[in-house]
């Protein structure tokens, strides 16, 4: 599907809030609250906007535990190691990367402890090779 620059201007606002009122959205855009809901209706349909998510509270999310961890793969296990990631709760978001890693996994804990025992189990599935985890201190902005 062909997005617009309008579409994408839409798109950059309900990531930064996706219960914006269709009527401030559209102030926002220039737009009627017709032609904005009728977009979003479209790129809901199309796939391109495949959900809504919750945001927690900043305070929330600075008291935990959050780290990239960069994982290398032995050859042809990226199936079942994904697989494996994607039933830890605490594993957010998993990125495919080119680079000296193959995999860079987002994970949240409610503390250190927490996060050594989910980067020990992540290096024990079966075609880990090896990982290396980066605390993450503050998050400057978000999208």
Do not use: C, W
């Amino acid at each position: 599907m062909r997005i617009s620059p309008a579409d994408e201007l839409l798109l950059s606002i309900l990531r930064e809030d996706a219960r914006a009122a269709t009527a401030d959205i559209a102030r926002r855009l220039g737009l009627s609250r017709t032609t904005v809901q009728n977009r979003i209706t479209r790129l809901e349909q199309s796939g391109v906007i495949r959900g809504y998510t919750v945001r927690v509270e900043d305070e929330l999310e600075r008291s935990r535990i959050r780290a990239h961890i960069m994982i290398t793969l032995r050859p042809k296990q990226m199936t079942a190691v994904v697989k494996a990631l994607q039933a830890m709760h605490e594993v957010r978001v998993l990125y495919s990367v080119s680079g000296g890693h193959d995999l860079i996994a987002l994970a949240v804990t409610a503390n250190v402890g927490e996060m050594d025992v989910l980067t020990d189990r992540i290096g024990a599935i079966d075609g880990v090779e090896r990982t290396n985890s980066s605390i993450i201190l503050s998050t400057k902005f978000e999208r």
